[in-house]
């Protein structure tokens, strides 16, 4: 007779030790969140053109970014119910069909309300993909490489807005106006077919669903257990001051980089590129250091970090466009990196797609409001678009590092080595 080996996969590299299954689910959540990413910056970069033909202001198409951000939260809850009850795949290919027709249908507007009206419903698939994407990536993804996992997660958004702005600056050049870019963001609705064959469902098991619902019964029990509601409750606030943080020195830009710098796409593509470079270096380090480190560690070294940079990012210090590009990735948005692991840590496996779904889109609403508030300190209150961008992405800042700071004992630091498999599910810690 003979026997078969067995393979301890903990002793292969940490990119070997997942299985092909558990590779095609992340990937099928990565490429999710880049088509997602590339759909929802295209609009960032034709946004002066859109006010200029509807003959609205740049604040009023900023006020389409807040709406978005806030339908995000109805359609992350409901893909995160969806997800818990029936599985994580099919909200995942509705969403996508849902992002990619909205955006799809804007080739066509005929005024800037419809425009209005579409971009706000694209919200509703953009939070569903979050909440069913990243559910389904990151309990699959084995515990020893998480960290690393999250930050290659979350910076596929800079993969998608670099996309964005490669594609919109070459097609811009050579004289396709801002509709044909809407058309090229219906294509994702293509990633659908290979997720329906190819990616394995994840979903925990009656069996599973029972043994998780005592266990975190008996943990709420216990003494000086932490109240879950409380812990909801700060994880929102985290959420909105990041995405806040994000938004101000993100949403903008390109609209500053036209508008006030007067540049050419051929001069402010690679820009956008560079920011978009340094957001995937800092996901991935971010995510790094938030395994082997700390999680509010990580986010904190941003915080602090991207203050000297930002003068580099508007411009302030001559010849310093590029370094502060790259810069302001790295720290401005490198930081999101840690929260895909952040999250899903925090929630036992049978609610954790609805709890992470309503978490971070409750953060997307309240930080729904930055990029109107940037615009409006340059349109009604008369400053630069460069100051207004420093202070807002500054202040937002500041603010999240006293959040981390003087957070509760022990809040998020249960995100080091955490376990979010769906065979063995948290516990609040």
Request: charged share 10%; with cysteine.
């Amino acid at each position: 007779m003979s026997s078969v080996a067995t393979i301890d996969r903990t002793q292969l590299p940490w990119w070997r030790e997942p299985t092909g299954g558990q590779w095609i689910s992340f990937l099928a959540a990565w490429f999710g969140w880049v088509l997602d990413a590339f759909d929802f910056t295209i609009f960032l970069l034709v946004m002066p053109q859109i006010a200029g033909e509807f003959h609205v202001t740049v604040t009023a198409t900023a006020w389409t970014i807040t709406l978005t951000l806030m339908l995000r939260l109805v359609g992350g809850v409901a893909a995160g119910w969806a997800a818990d009850k029936w599985g994580r795949k099919t909200p995942l290919m509705i969403s996508v069909l849902w992002f990619a027709a909205c955006d799809g249908a804007i080739a066509f507007a005929p005024s800037f309300a419809v425009v209005f009206a579409l971009r706000t419903l694209f919200g509703l698939g953009m939070g569903a993909e979050w909440a069913s994407g990243t559910t389904l990536a990151m309990e699959n993804w084995p515990k020893r490489s998480r960290g690393i996992a999250s930050g290659m997660l979350q910076g596929s958004w800079a993969i998608g807005y670099l996309l964005a702005s490669l594609i919109g600056s070459a097609m811009l050049q050579h004289g396709f106006g801002w509709r044909s870019l809407f058309i090229v963001a219906a294509i994702p609705a293509v990633l659908v077919l290979p997720i329906r064959i190819f990616v394995p469902e994840s979903l925990p098991t009656e069996a599973q669903k029972a043994e998780d619902k005592a266990a975190a019964k008996a943990e709420a029990e216990a003494p000086g257990a932490r109240n879950l509601g409380a812990t909801v409750g700060w994880a929102c606030f985290y959420t909105a001051l990041a995405f806040a943080a994000y938004y101000a020195i993100s949403s903008l830009y390109p609209t500053f980089l036209k508008t006030e710098l007067h540049l050419t796409p051929a001069e402010w593509g690679p820009l956008i590129s560079w920011y978009n470079v340094g957001m995937m270096v800092g996901s991935l380090g971010c995510g790094y250091l938030a395994a082997r480190w700390s999680p509010v560690g990580a986010i904190l070294l941003c915080s602090v970090l991207v203050l000297p940079t930002l003068p580099l990012y508007v411009g302030w210090v001559p010849g310093g466009l590029t370094a502060g590009a790259f810069l302001g990735g790295v720290f401005g948005a490198g930081f999101c990196g840690v929260t895909p692991l952040l999250l899903t840590s925090m929630f036992p496996a049978h609610v954790r797609a609805r709890s992470i779904g309503f978490v971070y889109h409750v953060g997307a609403c309240f930080a729904a409001f930055a990029p109107p508030l940037t615009s409006t300190l340059h349109d009604s209150y008369g400053f630069t678009y460069a100051k207004a961008i420093l202070l807002a992405t500054g202040g937002f800042h500041v603010v999240l590092g006293l959040a981390l700071v003087l957070r509760p004992r022990g809040l998020f630091d249960a995100a080091k080595g955490s376990d979010v498999s769906a065979e063995a599910p948290l516990v609040e810690a």
